[in-house]
């Protein structure tokens, strides 16, 4: 982050000195001709950069690490998912949209609060030699599955939220902040001011998160160490599952369950930590509601991309970067709505009682599959690769904004005065 202050530093010198998109120097000083009604192109980015940092940091809520891990490796894995929440926020709304699910569902089968629901489905329950348990099959367990339910009531939610590193106040903070940035992107809009394409970004990014926020609020913050439960001696499976050595199928197991949450070589049994964005087994709930999950992304995903869309009209300091902007958030926006279209032709089709509901099944497997080859092989990288696009043209339209992006809002319109 410093060093993309010091070189917006050196760039704000520089279209400080020269006129942009072609304007003389007397338009840019007819446009913020106060220095109380003006702000610098460090203002702009300094004021973006601390709300997406804001936004993302209380937002992502990692689910509990393996135990004895060090401070640069909780760093790092946090920094991870951090990178997942800017490239592609939809995807955290998912994994959070999950986890809720996963919450509310332990939370009326068993008559606790959501809060041990998202203890339970973060890997925040263990037992006395450090297995997570974290599905339905370890709590049903007729030999064990008792004692673990009985822990986990007695349990107290205090006791719980006393893990967290965060409460209502720091996340109202961090809201209160995106919410001061929207009112300021909505004021300029009603006052006729340009915003740049990274303030645009940067409201996506506080929009996107609220839908974070809402369905994470009563999930503990960076928790690091779990609560054991259960008897004291339990019955261990045979060995732990080897990881698999080659980093390509790691990543891509990985890259797997940040969109799915769907981890086939995982078993909490012989593991010490549930995996990153691991919420519950997909057996554990009915196909309607992780298909709501997704359809809650898709969404959202939607509404990021047409809140970029929002600078359709805006001045790009060439013909190029206008149209990449354009067609990167033509494909923000399209992509998932077709991959939320997809979502419910399959509850459609599944959920049919139709005498011909056995040949809707066999199209619900075709159509899984076709999904399964657009999502994977073909809308994720394209998907991945406009993102990114965004990210960079966010920055590079900064070298030539239009003298009205300097001028700051005039508050004093909205103050009743004689």
């Known amino acids: 982050m410093l060093l993309l202050l010091l070189l917006t530093h050196l760039v704000s010198q520089r279209s400080n000195?020269?006129?942009?998109?072609?304007?003389?120097?007397?338009?840019?000083?007819?446009?913020?001709?106060?220095?109380?009604?003006?702000?610098?192109?460090?203002?702009?980015?300094?004021?973006?950069?601390?709300?997406?940092?804001?936004?993302?940091?209380?937002?992502?809520?990692?689910?509990?690490?393996?135990?004895?891990?060090?401070?640069?490796?909780?760093?790092?894995?946090?920094?991870?998912?951090?990178?997942?929440?800017?490239?592609?926020?939809?995807?955290?709304?998912?994994?959070?949209?999950?986890?809720?699910?996963?919450?509310?569902w332990f939370s009326k089968k068993f008559g606790v609060s959501i809060t041990h629901g998202f203890f339970f489905s973060m890997g925040g329950f263990v037992s006395r030699i450090g297995q997570p348990i974290a599905t339905k099959k370890q709590i049903e367990d007729p030999l064990l599955g008792p004692e673990y339910l009985s822990a986990i009531t007695k349990i107290n939610i205090e006791d719980i939220m006393d893990k967290s590193k965060g409460d209502a106040l720091s996340k109202g903070v961090a809201l209160l902040q995106g919410l001061w940035f929207t009112v300021q992107c909505l004021a300029r809009i009603s006052q006729r001011l340009p915003i740049t394409a990274l303030e645009v970004t940067t409201l996506a990014f506080a929009v996107v998160n609220v839908f974070t926020w809402l369905l994470w609020w009563g999930k503990p913050l960076d928790v690091q160490q779990p609560i054991p439960v259960g008897p004291s001696e339990d019955l261990p499976e045979t060995g732990p599952i080897p990881v698999p050595s080659n980093w390509g199928h790691r990543l891509e197991q990985w890259v797997r369950g940040a969109i799915d949450g769907y981890y086939p070589d995982y078993n909490p049994m012989v593991s010490i930590a549930v995996p990153s964005f691991w919420s519950t087994e997909s057996s554990d709930l009915t196909d309607d509601r992780t298909r709501v999950a997704y359809l809650v992304a898709c969404v959202v995903g939607t509404v990021f991309g047409t809140i970029h869309c929002a600078a359709w009209a805006s001045k790009f300091p060439s013909t190029n970067e206008m149209w990449m902007w354009r067609s990167c958030s033509l494909l923000v926006v399209t992509i998932p709505v077709i991959m939320g279209f997809c979502t419910v032709q399959f509850s459609v089709v599944y959920s049919s009682s139709l005498p011909s509901a056995h040949y809707l099944a066999k199209v619900g497997q075709l159509l899984d599959l076709i999904l399964m080859w657009f999502g994977f092989g073909l809308a994720t990288p394209i998907y991945t690769i406009a993102r990114l696009l965004l990210i960079i043209l966010s920055f590079t339209t900064l070298r030539a904004l239009p003298p009205g992006a300097f001028t700051d809002v005039n508050w004093s319109v909205y103050i009743p005065h004689l």
């Open 17 to 104: 000195a020269s006129p942009a998109y072609g304007l003389d120097s007397r338009a840019a000083s007819d446009s913020c001709d106060n220095i109380n009604n003006c702000r610098r192109l460090f203002d702009i980015v300094w004021g973006c950069l601390t709300t997406i940092f804001a936004c993302t940091w209380v937002s992502v809520h990692p689910n509990v690490p393996p135990p004895n891990q060090t401070a640069l490796s909780l760093l790092w894995r946090r920094l991870k998912m951090m990178l997942v929440a800017v490239i592609a926020p939809e995807l955290m709304v998912c994994f959070a949209a999950r986890q809720f699910v996963a919450a509310r």
